[in-house]
């Protein structure tokens, strides 16, 4: 059912902040959508964990995953400085 919005939300859809009164896709249970993205498959939900990722070999605690991110730290000797 199309609907004006009656409170800002995200679109399920397409992530993208849905405005108080603009138009939207809503049925009772579901996640509400633009009018524009109803019918869209929804977009990819959020990034896949990373996992424990592996030690850098410092001792400050920076982490390498295997999408290639560093979980830096504020290490005077790492190479992997924030």
Sequence with gaps: MIINAKYAA???CCKIAIVVGSKIEWSKGKSAV?????GKPAAASAPRPRGPGRATG???GSREYA???ISATACAQCQFDA
């Design 58 to 60: 410092c001792g400050c």
């Design 10 to 12: 995200s679109c399920a």
């Design 34 to 38: 633009h009018e524009a993205c109803a």
């Design 67 to 69: 999408d290639g991110s």
